[in-house]
């Protein structure tokens, strides 16, 4: 066999004992840990050292396939009676009681996400797991009431605006303002029609039924009498979760004031102008990416020169800042520095936030902070 060889070979042989290390994960996210058949990977010292970075499951799992052969058995069984299982309970009573708390003051994605952190740490995790799916039932059901009510009353303003600009008595009927601003309409209501049912067809595609049914609603009524429409509407509704429930539209409500709307508008436009080209090239040459790019958009409202050149730059800098931020965060947390990785991590996040790679990897890491720090101030009572 030649080096390349070799080489592939030893990098096989550690993607496997990675793989056998990794545990098991449930369809709903919840790892089981079990520990790999290879004896020599299951002893005292790597359930200790998996328990002190805070792997805990790991370790109970690497304890359990101990070889009651094996001269650390017992030291092992000690371990987990004195030290893993009550880490375990502990943090299951923990994220229980978290999610019981958040599911009090009606928190449905944050009980969601607590309950299946309790599951983790469960011999019983089904349990969780239906407590974390009710609440995710709870959560879509809220979001669904929410954005349904707030999208009707949009559509409710793009109707009334259709038909507004018919030429009132003293103008000609095919005056030509006012016929190309009906026209204009015309052609923005059928183009958003258009962006709607795209949107309906994206989320049914991404398992979420209850935001595509507000799509395809909207769509409806605005194109009425499409075939199309009606067609993924029954399809909609066939992928709808059970449980989740349409609300009737409400009664329409009173419109804001002109006055109300005038405060409004004054106080969203009151921001100071600090966003010269001068000061954007200060924050640029401190390499302070997102002051600089709220400072560009500023500057570019109020007609800067070559503001779109200086987004672009922006843009680029925060790219290989992210980048940079998530490689140094990746690295402090293989070296099991989990304070440093959290706020690499979260930097990379502020700059990037639709990254989901990143997003991820922020927030597992400070799910394993959370456990570090409780499991640390146990260790001091």
């Known amino acids: 066999m030649n080096v390349m060889g070799l080489q592939k070979s030893k990098y096989a042989g550690l993607a496997l004992c990675l793989l056998l290390l990794s545990g098991c994960v449930t369809g709903?996210?919840?790892k089981i840990f079990k520990a790999s058949s290879f004896g020599f990977l299951n002893n005292y010292d790597m359930a200790l050292k998996d328990f002190e970075a805070g792997k805990?499951?790991?370790?109970?799992?690497?304890?359990?396939?101990?070889?009651?052969?094996?001269?650390?058995?017992?030291?092992a069984q000690k371990l987990l009676k004195n030290k893993i299982d009550p880490s375990r309970l502990r943090l299951l009573r923990y994220y229980k009681a978290k999610g019981q708390k958040a599911e009090a003051a009606k928190a449905w994605g944050k009980a969601t996400d607590l309950y299946l952190q309790a599951a983790?740490?469960?011999?019983?995790?089904?349990?969780f797991i239906g407590y974390s799916k009710a609440m995710d039932m709870k959560m879509r059901q809220a979001r669904l009431d929410d954005l349904l009510e707030k999208r009707r009353l949009e559509d409710a303003v793009w109707l009334k605006w259709l038909d507004a600009?018919?030429?009132?008595?003293?103008?000609?009927?095919?005056?030509?303002?006012?016929?190309?601003?009906?026209e204009y309409m015309q052609d923005s209501m059928e183009e958003r029609a258009q962006h709607m049912y795209r949107e309906a067809k994206r989320y049914l595609r991404k398992d979420m039924a209850g935001?595509?049914?507000?799509?395809?609603?909207?769509?409806?009524?605005?194109m009425p009498d499409s075939e199309l429409g009606?067609?993924?509407?029954?399809?909609?509704?066939l992928e709808m979760p059970k449980g989740l429930v349409i609300a009737k539209p409400k009664s329409k409500k009173p419109e804001p004031s002109t006055k109300k709307v005038r405060q409004?508008?004054?106080r969203k436009s009151a921001v100071p102008n600090k966003a010269s080209k001068k000061n954007v090239q200060t924050l640029l040459a401190k390499g302070d990416w997102l002051a600089a790019k709220q400072a560009v958009l500023v500057y570019r409202r109020h007609g800067g020169e070559g503001a779109d050149k200086f987004l672009e730059r922006i843009e680029i800098g925060m790219e290989r800042k992210a980048v940079a931020l998530f490689a140094q965060g990746s690295q402090a947390f293989r070296q099991e520095h989990i304070d440093q990785a959290v706020k690499l991590w979260d930097e990379a996040v502020s700059l990037r936030p639709e990254n989901t790679e990143y997003v991820n990897?922020?927030?597992?890491a400070m799910q394993l902070q959370e456990r570090l720090h409780l499991l640390r101030s146990e260790d001091k009572e």
């Open 230 to 237: 009606g067609n993924l509407m029954e399809q909609v509704r």
């Open 28 to 30: 709903n996210g919840v």
């Open 361 to 364: 990897a922020l927030r597992r």
């Open 56 to 75: 805990v499951m790991e370790a109970r799992a690497r304890v359990l396939a101990i070889d009651p052969k094996r001269e650390d058995y017992k030291q």
């Open 264 to 266: 409004s508008v004054s």
């Open 211 to 222: 935001v595509a049914y507000i799509e395809i609603e909207s769509y409806l009524r605005l």
């Open 120 to 127: 983790e740490f469960s011999l019983k995790p089904s349990i």
């Open 165 to 182: 600009y018919e030429p009132p008595q003293g103008i000609k009927p095919k005056d030509v303002a006012y016929t190309r601003m009906r």
